[in-house]
């Protein structure tokens, strides 16, 4: 299992998970859910109390990733394969995103 702090401009909003299965799950954090000024992360995950279940990546984290030959730079660079999209998102989103959402990797 490994997770991820997802956060909106800075501020803690969730936990993303990829579970042992390869199945993936969204969940809020509380004190971002109950703070009526901080927004739903996407129009796809609005903000709820129950968690979001995925057979793969969430459309929308997977349209953090850069693409093409940006994204072949960034597997050699830090060593993924081409099959992991989730440990790309922990390598590269925790600063090289254009927008408000950034991810910090959970140890």
């Known amino acids: 299992m490994r997770a991820v702090k997802v956060y909106m401009n800075k501020i803690l909003a969730g936990i993303l998970t990829e579970n042992a299965d390869k199945t993936y799950t969204f969940r809020y954090d509380d004190a971002y859910f109950s703070n009526p000024q901080c927004a739903s992360i996407s129009l796809t995950l609005p903000k709820t109390q129950q968690q979001y279940h995925a057979g793969t990546l969430f459309p929308f984290f997977f349209n953090m990733l850069t693409e093409g030959y940006n994204q072949r730079v960034q597997r050699r660079l830090f060593k993924i394969d081409e099959d ?17 959402i950034t991810v910090e990797k959970i140890e």
């Open 84 to 100: 992991d999209p989730f440990g790309l998102l922990m390598a590269a989103a925790c600063n090289d995103v254009i927008g408000a």
